[in-house]
């Protein structure tokens, strides 16, 4: 196992960013995601858990906070990068903004986060500034959703987005790229396993995931197309980011080695609008094309198939990406109904928490609302599971027991 991260021998003895864990109890309808809707029921906080679940006939005795909503485990956004802001130039971010300046854009999308419900945020790169993001968090010094980050994500030389990433070429190299993230605190590895074209040599591929498997770290792919996918499920990847066509073949191979899918819609939704993408700087003819890809039944066929057959669907929006603010959810959930790579509001729902915590090996601690869990749940105005865009009115958050919004 390897050190732990520098940072996480330095002691603060007084946290800047103090909130107390109180008892609460909280009334109104409770969806656990973990068994049937209680139409009137409570969640009762205690020291940053969740002591019991129930109807309102089991309520213990104490003050109640009457929520008047649908009291639910918080969100989870499994693709999110948090030092980007929407502007449509991402290279010119990563290139040219002061590493200050990248800072404090995290600190803002982690407060849209929390506002929008998230409690946990898998970041998947921004040079290695998440890393810095995570230990401000955990350290007290700035409040934010929970984080499990990959430090930078690691390309070949001159490959895709290789102006934001680790670049690296031939196997050492990838092994030495992997060992840096583990050093600075990374609780997964990310690779950038292809665009227009296949990177990596299968040297290189298999050391990276070999390294990051030695290191009992998690390793994920950019993957966004049949060949790619196929390839780095063939390697070993834990899981794909993005997917895209797939074989059926593909799909096989999948489900034998029970790998999920993080979809990632955010970007085409917000841009195939035309008022939300040009603040962002999007071109007429990035528009334009986007809108003729957002209904277009292809671009969605192998993902609805994958999910049919039963590969797990998780949530992300790529959030940082042109368009893509910190803060929207609802819309790409409801596209993920929308085009069939959910089936229904409570499917969408399960890839924003159980699922989602699941990816992260998180589920023993949230996911779901289920006494002994960490109590990281929101109360949403109204009942997301008829109605998704009720998670656009989110009136509390609270991660470990702690008010966090609202």
Not at 87 to 95: G, P
Not at 180 to 201: P, R, S, Y
Not at 224 to 247: K, L, N, P, Q, W
Request: charged residues 25%; neutral net charge; proline residues 5%.
């Amino acid at each position: 196992m390897p050190e732990p991260a520098a940072w996480r021998y330095q002691k603060i003895t007084k946290p800047m960013f103090d909130i107390a864990a109180e008892e609460r109890i909280l009334a109104g309808r409770v969806l656990t995601m973990a068994g049937d809707v209680i139409e009137d029921g409570f969640v009762h906080i205690n020291g940053g858990r969740i002591a019991a679940v129930g109807p309102r006939s089991a309520m213990p005795a104490g003050a109640v906070t009457q929520t008047g909503g649908t009291i639910m485990p918080g969100l989870i956004n499994s693709h999110a990068h948090l030092n980007w802001d929407g502007i449509h130039d991402l290279a010119r971010q990563s290139m040219d903004d002061p590493k200050p300046i990248s800072a404090f854009k995290a600190a803002g999308n982690m407060l849209k986060s929390l506002r929008a419900g998230v409690t946990m945020v898998r970041d998947l790169g921004f040079h290695d500034m998440n890393l810095y993001s995570k230990q401000a968090v955990e350290q007290g010094i700035f409040p934010g959703p929970r984080l499990k980050v990959c430090g930078n994500a690691i390309i070949q030389t001159g490959g895709h987005t290789y102006w934001v990433c680790r670049e690296a070429s031939g196997a050492d190299e990838m092994r030495r790229a992997v060992r840096e993230q583990v050093k600075g605190g990374a609780d997964l590895i990310k690779i950038m396993a292809c665009h227009d074209t296949l990177e990596f040599t299968d040297e290189e591929l298999a050391a990276v995931i070999d390294e990051a498997h030695r290191n009992r770290l998690p390793i994920t792919a950019h993957a966004t197309y049949d060949a790619c996918i196929r390839r780095v499920a063939e390697f070993g990847v834990d899981c794909i980011e993005h997917g895209g066509a797939m074989s059926d073949e593909t799909i096989d191979i999948l489900l034998a080695r029970k790998l999920p899918i993080v979809t990632t819609f955010a970007p085409l939704v917000q841009q195939s609008q035309p008022e939300i993408a040009r603040k962002f700087g999007i071109p007429e003819w990035k528009i334009e094309e986007r809108i003729k890809a957002v209904s277009d039944p292809a671009r969605y066929a192998g993902l609805k198939k994958a999910a049919e057959r039963g590969v797990p669907i998780v949530f992300g929006t790529d959030a940082g990406s042109p368009a893509v603010e910190h803060d929207v959810i609802a819309p790409e959930l409801a596209h993920m109904v929308k085009v069939g790579v959910c089936k229904d509001a409570m499917d969408a729902l399960a890839s924003i928490t159980i699922r989602a915590a699941r990816i992260s090996r998180m589920d023993h601690l949230i996911g779901t609302l289920e006494a002994g869990k960490a109590a990281d749940l929101i109360v949403v105005d109204g009942k997301p599971d008829h109605d998704l865009l009720a998670l656009e009115r989110v009136r509390m958050t609270f991660v470990t027991g702690k008010r966090m919004h609202g």
